[in-house]
């Protein structure tokens, strides 16, 4: 026998805890059950990685009889397109489906990929969507040694799903509803079989035939015990291994006593078990599981598919330049991607200059020349001029959406009451509930042993904390849709309670309080001749911002446009470029005569050709609709401030609407507005800044809260935590207010659960609650917690207008607002 196979009898795998009662391979003083467990061990422990082990002993994937699978395929170009999400030809972006994803073991492994292979540049994993992204340097490394790694430590992942054009069907769904269907089966056979109790047959003299028939029961019941109630049981271990009392716990201690106690009197015929409550119990459990998992998948699709994402684009159909939802994008579109806006789709480059930062897509500032058939990814960013590209992949929201939530673009945010409560619940109840049940046994123990056996188990199962768990994510997940589906868009449910708590708002002026819808445009100087109209126009094509985009809608009934070549933006400044060979400069006074004083004219957007100041594009403030109401409400409960790069022309008219105890500063560059946001959170403020994204991406990015207006061009940045649909602007007190109404709600499905659980537990202690009933309560508790919650969100979205879908007005609005321009702050 070779010196690493030993008999060792009744031990257990190190890797994976499979117990084969002999375990044929020893290293390192530990017994495995196949050379591949061995393999993975020995990997880990040579890169320092065993803390995989102390997280949750014997956590691994088991290897045995398990074939090494070939990804030669992978070596496939084609292929890689179809499965990379984003690559730049220096770094990579993919993500896997990884079923094997069970604890927080896996988690820990997955997100210290980079000690196994350092051309891993980041790894992230989700763990109830069971996927992992990953972020690697395709110099380093290559797609197919990233999955030849990660089905060498036991998370092979499953390709052709998704990526390759098959659709994918979850596992997990499928094991729950098979799980379902066991237990529900079992249960009502046993039910049936259980009749010689029901009708009270005499043991005695019908004793064979009650235990034929419990026999019969005690079959039926271990598939329900072993396969349904699996994931209770394990999750208890696992939570015991960690030295963590989690809920598993006590449910799983009520099973086994109902099995224990059922088996023994089966067994030792003295009685007839609750087999019966046992098979109920898990059934209920799971029915209750399955409601929720249903409802928070519903919730998760519209969040992820049904326009959550805001962001639009503009397609050229009939020959005409349109605005479009991304929904309504299609593979083959011709896309307008200007100056700074987003790329939303997968496609090919058709035509002009293209220079994209992917900072949204790998958190590093890094711009990539792309070529013209070349392809660019979706999360890229423009940075100079205007370009043309065809869609090659359809429009992935969530993946949008995922890049919106990486770690990079979250603020570091101090935890909500809320979520500190649900916590301290969490981790104090398993513990309280499982002393007054043992304290319950031991007091009904002398007195009748029936009665404490099940007052024993009807306690561990009646009470739960579950509804506390789930009341944040079913109430504020039911926000995050309300407010979606009227066009104000929350980055996740912690924007919730940080809106809730803010003390102090910061508005911008233009394109924030103002508008350029129904303004007129005039311009004042030097006529303009033909050539110096189309040299104007052309350069303005290339802009995303208001004015710009404002002067192109005036100028190009009667103009043409004209190739421009070096374009650059300045942000805060003004743009310029060479049109024919002469230098086009449009934007404020400042940019385009920065050695010149000020002037009577200085407001407006400047014009400058070849050094020459021709004159300049102005029009008269129009504030949004309801900007006094809107106003009046806020600075009842919030202090107000106006931080505007503007002259202070407005300052009289501004100074009626905010009161005089209100802070107006005019003149603010982009840096000055984030140093007044820095001062105001020195000064023990939390800060709201809404703003319009193009010259105060710093300040969004800098408060605690960050709102980007949308207006003819939305002003997106990924450090920002809210969009708001400036048609819905009227609408931003009654949207402050449901979330603060939504933290009262979370508050108030605490107290139904305390008082579930006070009322439970009174009547499980003296006896009076059998653990089949407990079974049907304890799931019932839980749905009736999200039902409250999402039932009395829904109330307070419908008293505060915030219910179904937008009007048509503001549809109409929003679909004119939809084309995203994409700000670093």
Same mark, same amino acid.
């Given at each position: 026998?070779?010196?690493?196979?030993?008999?060792?009898?009744?031990?257990?795998?190190?890797?994976?805890?499979?117990?084969?009662?002999?375990?044929?391979?020893?290293?390192?003083?530990?017994?495995?059950?196949?050379?591949?467990?061995?393999?993975?061990?020995?990997?880990?422990?040579?890169?320092?990685?065993?803390?995989?082990?102390?997280?949750?002993?014997?956590?691994?994937?088991?290897?045995?009889?398990?074939?090494?699978?070939?990804?030669?395929?992978?070596?496939?170009?084609?292929?890689?397109?179809?499965?990379?999400?984003?690559?730049?030809?220096?770094?990579?972006?993919?993500?896997?489906?990884?079923?094997?994803?069970?604890?927080?073991?896996?988690?820990?492994?997955?997100?210290?990929?980079?000690?196994?292979?350092?051309?891993?540049?980041?790894?992230?994993?989700?763990?109830?969507?069971?996927?992992?992204?990953?972020?690697?340097?395709?110099?380093?490394?290559?797609?197919?040694?990233?999955?030849?790694?990660?089905?060498?430590?036991?998370?092979?992942?499953?390709?052709?799903?998704?990526?390759?054009?098959?659709?994918?069907?979850?596992?997990?769904?499928?094991?729950?509803?098979?799980?379902?269907?066991?237990?529900?089966?079992?249960?009502?056979?046993?039910?049936?079989?259980?009749?010689?109790?029901?009708?009270?047959?005499?043991?005695?003299?019908?004793?064979?035939?009650?235990?034929?028939?419990?026999?019969?029961?005690?079959?039926?019941?271990?598939?329900?015990?072993?396969?349904?109630?699996?994931?209770?049981?394990?999750?208890?271990?696992?939570?015991?291994?960690?030295?963590?009392?989690?809920?598993?716990?006590?449910?799983?201690?009520?099973?086994?006593?109902?099995?224990?106690?059922?088996?023994?009197?089966?067994?030792?015929?003295?009685?007839?078990?609750?087999?019966?409550?046992?098979?109920?119990?898990?059934?209920?459990?799971?029915?209750?599981?399955?409601?929720?998992?249903?409802?928070?998948?519903?919730?998760?699709?519209?969040?992820?598919?049904?326009?959550?994402?805001?962001?639009?684009?503009?397609?050229?159909?009939?020959?005409?330049?349109?605005?479009?939802?991304?929904?309504?994008?299609?593979?083959?579109?011709?896309?307008?991607?200007?100056?700074?806006?987003?790329?939303?789709?997968?496609?090919?480059?058709?035509?002009?200059?293209?220079?994209?930062?992917?900072?949204?897509?790998?958190?590093?500032?890094?711009?990539?020349?792309?070529?013209?058939?070349?392809?660019?990814?979706?999360?890229?960013?423009?940075?100079?001029?205007?370009?043309?590209?065809?869609?090659?992949?359809?429009?992935?929201?969530?993946?949008?959406?995922?890049?919106?939530?990486?770690?990079?673009?979250?603020?570091?945010?101090?935890?909500?009451?809320?979520?500190?409560?649900?916590?301290?619940?969490?981790?104090?109840?398993?513990?309280?509930?499982?002393?007054?049940?043992?304290?319950?046994?031991?007091?009904?123990?002398?007195?009748?042993?029936?009665?404490?056996?099940?007052?024993?188990?009807?306690?561990?199962?009646?009470?739960?904390?579950?509804?506390?768990?789930?009341?944040?994510?079913?109430?504020?997940?039911?926000?995050?849709?309300?407010?979606?589906?009227?066009?104000?868009?929350?980055?996740?449910?912690?924007?919730?309670?940080?809106?809730?708590?803010?003390?102090?708002?910061?508005?911008?002026?233009?394109?924030?309080?103002?508008?350029?819808?129904?303004?007129?445009?005039?311009?004042?100087?030097?006529?303009?001749?033909?050539?110096?109209?189309?040299?104007?126009?052309?350069?303005?094509?290339?802009?995303?911002?208001?004015?710009?985009?404002?002067?192109?809608?005036?100028?190009?009934?009667?103009?043409?446009?004209?190739?421009?070549?070096?374009?650059?933006?300045?942000?805060?400044?003004?743009?310029?470029?060479?049109?024919?060979?002469?230098?086009?400069?449009?934007?404020?006074?400042?940019?385009?005569?920065?050695?010149?004083?000020?002037?009577?004219?200085?407001?407006?957007?400047?014009?400058?050709?070849?050094?020459?100041?021709?004159?300049?594009?102005?029009?008269?403030?129009?504030?949004?609709?309801?900007?006094?109401?809107?106003?009046?409400?806020?600075?009842?409960?919030?202090?107000?401030?106006?931080?505007?790069?503007?002259?202070?022309?407005?300052?009289?008219?501004?100074?009626?609407?905010?009161?005089?105890?209100?802070?107006?500063?005019?003149?603010?560059?982009?840096?000055?507005?984030?140093?007044?946001?820095?001062?105001?959170?020195?000064?023990?403020?939390?800060?709201?800044?809404?703003?319009?994204?193009?010259?105060? &991406?710093?300040?969004?990015?800098? %408060?605690? /809260?960050? =709102?980007?207006?949308?207006?003819?061009?939305? *002003?997106? $940045?990924? @450090?920002?935590?809210?969009?708001?649909?400036?048609?819905?602007?009227?609408?931003?007190?009654?949207?402050?207010?449901?979330?603060?109404?939504?933290?009262?709600?979370?508050?108030?499905?605490?107290?139904?659960?305390?008082?579930?659980?006070?009322?439970?537990?009174?009547?499980?202690?003296?006896?009076?609650?059998?653990?089949?009933?407990? &079974?049907?309560?304890?799931?019932? %508790?839980? /749905?009736? =917690?999200?039902?409250?919650?999402?039932?009395? *969100?829904? $109330?307070? @979205?419908?008293?505060?207008?915030?219910?179904?879908?937008?009007?048509?007005?503001?549809?109409?609005?929003?679909?004119?607002?939809?084309?995203?321009?994409?700000?670093?702050?």
């Amino acid at each position: 026998m070779p010196e690493n196979v030993i008999d060792a009898i009744g031990t257990t795998c190190y890797h994976c805890g499979e117990d084969e009662g002999t375990m044929p391979v020893l290293y390192d003083d530990k017994a495995f059950c196949c050379e591949g467990c061995k393999m993975v061990y020995s990997i880990l422990q040579e890169n320092n990685l065993c803390t995989y082990y102390e997280l949750n002993q014997s956590s691994g994937i088991s290897f045995k009889e398990r074939s090494i699978e070939r990804y030669s395929h992978l070596d496939n170009q084609d292929v890689i397109e179809k499965v990379i999400d984003f690559s730049d030809g220096i770094q990579s972006r993919v993500h896997f489906y990884l079923p094997q994803i069970h604890c927080s073991s896996c988690l820990w492994l997955l997100e210290n990929l980079n000690r196994l292979n350092p051309a891993i540049l980041q790894s992230r994993v989700n763990f109830l969507k069971k996927e992992v992204s990953i972020q690697y340097d395709q110099k380093e490394t290559s797609l197919r040694k990233i999955v030849e790694m990660l089905a060498t430590v036991g998370y092979a992942p499953a390709l052709g799903y998704d990526k390759l054009g098959e659709k994918r069907s979850s596992a997990q769904e499928r094991s729950l509803y098979y799980k379902i269907g066991l237990a529900g089966f079992a249960f009502g056979n046993i039910m049936l079989l259980s009749f010689p109790e029901y009708l009270g047959l005499d043991a005695h003299t019908e004793g064979d035939f009650v235990q034929f028939f419990g026999y019969l029961n005690l079959i039926l019941v271990l598939p329900v015990l072993l396969y349904s109630g699996q994931d209770y049981l394990r999750s208890a271990l696992q939570g015991l291994r960690q030295k963590h009392l989690n809920i598993d716990v006590p449910v799983s201690l009520g099973i086994l006593a109902l099995f224990g106690r059922s088996a023994f009197e089966i067994l030792t015929h003295s009685g007839a078990g609750y087999l019966d409550s046992l098979a109920g119990l898990i059934f209920f459990l799971l029915v209750g599981k399955w409601f929720q998992t249903k409802i928070y998948h519903t919730i998760s699709f519209d969040r992820d598919y049904k326009s959550y994402f805001p962001m639009a684009s503009n397609v050229i159909r009939n020959g005409e330049e349109q605005s479009i939802t991304l929904d309504d994008v299609e593979v083959g579109d011709e896309l307008i991607i200007r100056n700074g806006e987003l790329i939303p789709a997968d496609a090919t480059l058709l035509e002009g200059a293209a220079e994209i930062d992917y900072s949204f897509v790998t958190g590093e500032s890094r711009t990539i020349t792309v070529q013209l058939g070349e392809k660019v990814f979706a999360g890229g960013r423009q940075q100079r001029g205007t370009i043309h590209i065809q869609v090659i992949a359809k429009v992935a929201q969530s993946y949008l959406t995922s890049l919106w939530n990486e770690e990079v673009f979250t603020k570091r945010h101090q935890v909500g009451l809320t979520s500190k409560l649900a916590d301290r619940v969490a981790t104090f109840f398993t513990g309280v509930i499982l002393l007054v049940a043992f304290s319950t046994l031991v007091y009904w123990l002398p007195h009748d042993l029936s009665i404490a056996f099940n007052a024993f188990t009807s306690v561990l199962i009646v009470a739960c904390p579950c509804a506390v768990a789930l009341s944040i994510p079913f109430t504020f997940g039911n926000t995050l849709r309300l407010l979606g589906n009227q066009h104000f868009y929350l980055k996740n449910t912690g924007v919730i309670e940080e809106i809730a708590s803010a003390t102090h708002i910061v508005f911008d002026k233009t394109g924030t309080i103002t508008t350029n819808r129904g303004a007129v445009l005039q311009y004042h100087g030097t006529p303009l001749s033909k050539e110096e109209h189309d040299l104007v126009l052309s350069l303005a094509h290339h802009s995303a911002h208001p004015k710009s985009r404002q002067i192109e809608k005036t100028l190009k009934g009667t103009g043409s446009y004209l190739p421009v070549r070096h374009y650059q933006s300045h942000t805060g400044e003004g743009i310029e470029g060479m049109v024919l060979g002469r230098r086009v400069m449009l934007g404020a006074h400042r940019f385009v005569m920065p050695s010149s004083g000020k002037t009577s004219l200085e407001r407006g957007t400047w014009v400058c050709i070849d050094d020459d100041v021709k004159g300049c594009y102005s029009d008269e403030a129009q504030y949004r609709k309801g900007l006094s109401q809107v106003i009046d409400l806020l600075k009842h409960r919030f202090k107000l401030s106006i931080l505007s790069g503007d002259d202070d022309l407005e300052a009289k008219k501004l100074r009626e609407v905010f009161g005089h105890e209100s802070n107006l500063r005019f003149h603010q560059s982009p840096q000055d507005k984030l140093k007044a946001i820095h001062q105001l959170q020195n000064q023990g403020e939390k800060v709201i800044m809404i703003g319009d994204g193009l010259n105060d &991406a710093g300040a969004l990015k800098q %408060s605690d /809260i960050g =709102i980007a207006v949308s207006d003819e061009v939305n *002003s997106f $940045i990924p @450090a920002c935590d809210a969009v708001l649909d400036a048609a819905q602007f009227i609408r931003l007190p009654n949207f402050v207010r449901f979330c603060s109404q939504s933290i009262g709600i979370v508050y108030l499905s605490y107290f139904v659960a305390l008082l579930y659980n006070i009322v439970g537990l009174s009547f499980a202690v003296r006896g009076l609650l059998s653990p089949v009933i407990a &079974a049907i309560l304890m799931p019932l %508790s839980s /749905i009736t =917690i999200v039902a409250l919650g999402m039932g009395l *969100s829904s $109330i307070a @979205a419908f008293r505060l207008g915030i219910n179904g879908e937008s009007t048509q007005e503001d549809d109409q609005g929003h679909r004119s607002a939809m084309t995203f321009v994409i700000n670093q702050g």
